[in-house]
């Protein structure tokens, strides 16, 4: 059995997730005005900062100086926080053996009455339980069991990307807050500070629809060569697709393809098609707002291309399939192209 302790990363901010000021304002305003919940509910995609939220609510609520949403960063709670070791805030994370899921939060439970008595003797203890979507019905069943009678002076953070799978009685025992994908010039703001150039900030927040993770897993290299793979094919006035379909194939060796499919072709060229299409639509977007008929070509292109993927991991032939997908992408850019052309020289 382990046990986690909340390691911030090294670049997250003292202050509130960037792109959620209504939710952040929200607790913030529910702490002026002396309310706690026993438990909250962080709900939406993956990605979009609901863990920070976590950390920076625990930290704006045991802050001893705070302004609004801003924790100031220097008292001895903030940190103790910031160098993640805060004795009063414990991140579980679950394994994926279901009977370690059951011993998890056993031990959140017991950990809860050690830190009250012995580390923070008076202080409220904070537990973040992320996805808790993946949690087993049994295990969702003993965590509603701790959220019905909580323990005095603890406050639960759950989050969950797909909160329909989430009990019912779970969700009506927290305080919700629904996230959303982040603002696409929030995503450039998150990536610049993490560091990004401001042209490389913009090309991933185009493909990445408001999700961090899928920016930073954008940037890594697998998918970086994709990417300049894709814009050599777009330059490219008559490409032989077949010869494409090929060396896409090699290419989606190195990528990372779907859980629990490790070493099969097919869920890595779905990865593949998936993120071509991804720069399909990121590419054309601006081509397309220029015209009716090229924007209506962006729509129609995008229900052929999602067949084509779908025609891609169900198929024998994945190789015509794949040639296939590329041909159909490389005609409708170049219509797009056309009637974005014709409609600046009108
Ligand atoms: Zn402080």
Redesign the pocket.
């Known amino acids: 059995m382990r046990r986690w302790r909340t390691l911030p990363e090294g670049t997250e901010a003292v202050g509130p997730p960037l792109g959620h000021g209504p939710l952040t304002a929200l607790f913030a305003a529910g702490l002026d005005a002396g309310r706690l919940a026993s438990a909250y509910l962080l709900a939406g995609p993956p990605g979009v900062g609901k863990r920070h939220f976590a950390r920076w609510a625990v930290?704006l609520t045991?802050?001893?100086?705070?302004k609004g949403t801003e924790?100031?960063?220097?008292?001895?709670?903030?940190?103790a926080s910031l160098s993640g070791n805060d004795p009063c805030f414990v991140e579980v994370a679950f394994r994926e053996e279901k009977g370690e899921h059951e011993s998890m939060v056993e031990a959140a439970r017991r950990f809860a009455a050690e830190a009250l008595r012995a580390a923070a003797p008076g202080r409220r203890c904070f537990y973040l339980l992320p996805n808790i979507q993946d949690y087993s019905l049994a295990l969702q069943n003993s965590l509603l069991k701790t959220l019905e009678e909580p323990p005095a002076g603890v406050t639960f953070f759950l989050t969950a990307d797909r909160p329909e799978q989430v009990l019912e009685t779970i969700v009506s025992r927290c305080q919700e807050f629904q996230f959303l994908p982040l603002a696409h010039a929030d995503l450039i703001r998150v990536l610049e500070a993490r560091g990004f150039p401001s042209r490389q900030a913009g090309e991933l927040a185009l493909l990445s629809a408001g999700r961090v993770d899928l920016a930073l897993k954008f940037a890594t290299e697998p998918y970086r060569r994709l990417l300049a793979w894709f814009r050599e094919l777009d330059a490219q006035p008559a490409p032989d697709f077949l010869v494409a379909a090929d060396e896409a194939t090699v290419l989606a060796e190195d990528l990372e393809g779907e859980e629990g499919a490790a070493g099969q072709d097919r869920p890595k060229l779905a990865e593949l098609a998936a993120l071509h299409l991804r720069h399909f639509f990121a590419s054309s977007l601006e081509l397309a707002r220029e015209h009716y008929l090229a924007f209506h070509i962006l729509n129609l292109a995008s229900e052929e291309l999602l067949g084509a993927r779908e025609a891609l991991a169900g198929s024998g032939h994945p190789m015509l399939c794949l040639e296939q997908y590329f041909r159909v992408a490389f005609e409708r850019r170049a219509q797009i192209l056309r009637f974005s052309h014709t409609a600046l020289n009108v």
């Open positions: 930290r045991q802050c001893a100086a705070r924790p100031c960063g220097t008292c001895n709670p903030c940190r």
